[in-house]
């Protein structure tokens, strides 16, 4: 067997191969690290958060708190792992002192997912990897999904129009069926796509919610590799989010939409998730992952084991398949000889701006609100937008045929069902107030069969309530 030596140091032999790059274990896990450190350290803010400072330069007590959003998947797992490796070198050179802390926040769904995510942690909080006194500087909390609608001040039913694409909002009182959760929403969407795409933001805005009530975090560390985000990218463009690319990327600017106490860092977006899956393999860290499935396709000597019945029956329908999963197979495809492909797409996203709003104009009310669902700026009226390119109005009834179908039709299930969506949009729009939604969120919302949906009201009065928190 052939052995090739690594391109780094040129002594230990290369066990794996990156961009036609080879490299030894240790080399590649140097590489990876100097990459996610590189970028912790571009400009002064975030240099004087993650760095030891003394006398006028310390930031309140000396120690700044990092709020990492955690999901126990490689990228996640490789970011911490040299977090602590970063810590502990502060420890040790600076007698004791360290620069920041970190607190961790995993967002689970059920009774079923807390369980398993509990016993993960505590596995990997014992894990021989690391010593007791790494974890000295680590505060772990987790936050059940549902505090998004139970935290909330107040909810609103929103409800779509069916014919002209606007938007009502009235207040949701629901005294039969009991509380409202994350379940139920995500059972009404349609499909994979809309449910991916409303649980993203509500991760995004409980991550972004229990940030901005501690008032001493100031960095959010999102644990997004280069191929996730050039994903993310391609999937805002096909679902109308393009405006949003350059605020999803945005890490020179205070988050404005969370009254500017905190930025958004990404320092992974320069590693791709293969390196990063085998950074985790490398570490051993690869066992600890949930609901992720680590691949070792850089290795030298990684072999493809799939039989063909096997990659068959591991092949979703494209049918089935969410746009941001459309977009990571296709990067995942084309990784070994085109990476670059996807080093691309993220830096042509770091280029945009967004849109600019045209102040002067009269006729568009739309240009400086924000989306009642996602919170985006509107540039464009959607209901306009849709109007002029769909035909939602239905021909009347002409005969007696036709009436009898249409009778037939009013009994069935989706009849009844299309009835009660006429008694509470005539509801909505007799007793509703205007409110705005984004061309995304518009398709969405028309994608599902009643139309409405139940949402926090989200002003200033909404971030400060207080969200339920659990502390491991």
């Known amino acids: 067997m052939t052995t090739f030596k690594c391109k780094r140091c040129k002594e230990t032999d290369a066990t794996l191969k990156s961009r036609k790059e080879l490299f030894c274990d240790a080399c590649f896990i140097k590489f990876v690290s100097m990459k996610q450190r590189k970028l912790m350290m571009v400009d002064e803010f ?27 998947s490689s990228s996640s797992l490789s970011a911490l792992d040299v977090l602590l490796g970063l810590l502990k070198e502060q420890n040790m050179q600076h007698r004791g002192r360290v620069g920041f802390t970190l607190e961790l926040l995993t967002v689970f769904k059920s009774d079923e997912d807390r369980i398993n995510i509990e016993n993960m942690w505590k596995e990997l909080r014992s894990s021989p990897l690391y010593d007791e006194s790494a974890w000295g500087f680590v505060n772990y909390h987790m936050v059940n999904a549902n505090n998004f609608f139970e935290s909330a001040k107040e909810l609103q039913h929103i409800v779509l129009h069916d014919q002209d694409f606007t938007t009502k909002a009235i207040e949701w009182r629901n005294e039969s069926d009991g509380e409202y959760s994350i379940q139920t929403l995500l059972d009404r969407c349609p499909n994979r796509n809309t449910r991916n795409d409303m649980w993203i933001f509500i991760v995004k805005h409980i991550v972004k919610k229990f940030t901005y009530q501690q008032e001493n975090i100031k960095v959010i560390l999102w644990c997004q590799s280069m191929t996730k985000m050039a994903d993310q990218i391609i999937g805002l463009v096909v679902k109308g989010r393009g405006a949003q690319i350059a605020s999803s990327l945005d890490s020179e600017n205070a988050d404005a939409e969370y009254g500017d106490r905190f930025k958004n860092l990404y320092p992974l977006k320069n590693t791709l998730l293969s390196q990063l899956d085998a950074y985790c393999i490398i570490r ?51 990784e ?115 139309k409405e949906l139940v949402w926090p009201k989200n002003d200033s009065e909404e971030l400060q309530s207080v969200l339920a928190e659990y502390e491991l």
């Open 284 to 334: 051993g860290l690869d066992k600890y992952t949930l609901n992720y499935e680590v691949k070792s396709d850089l290795f030298l000597n990684a072999t493809d084991t799939d039989t063909s019945d096997t990659k068959t029956k591991n092949i979703r329908l494209v049918k089935n398949m969410t746009i941001n999963e459309l977009a990571r197979k296709y990067f995942d495809d084309i």
């Open 336 to 450: 070994g000889e085109y990476s670059n492909i996807i080093s691309t797409v993220l830096r042509t996203g770091d280029k945009l701006k967004p849109p600019k709003i045209e102040t002067s104009s009269t006729d568009n009310h739309h240009g400086s609100s924000k989306c009642a669902i996602c919170l985006n700026t509107i540039y464009d009226d959607p209901a306009e937008w849709l109007r002029n390119i769909a035909v939602n109005r239905g021909h009347p009834v002409e005969t007696e045929e036709e009436q009898s179908y249409y009778d037939q039709w009013k009994a069935s299930k989706i009849g009844l069902q299309n009835e009660e969506y006429l008694t509470l949009r005539n509801h909505a729009w007799d007793n509703g107030n205007d409110i705005d939604l984004c061309y995304g969120c518009t398709i969405n919302l028309n994608g599902i069969k009643t």
């Open 46 to 72: 975030y240099r004087d958060h993650f760095k030891v400072l003394y006398g006028k330069d310390l930031v309140d007590d000396g120690k700044s708190k990092i709020l990492v959003p955690f999901d126990f």
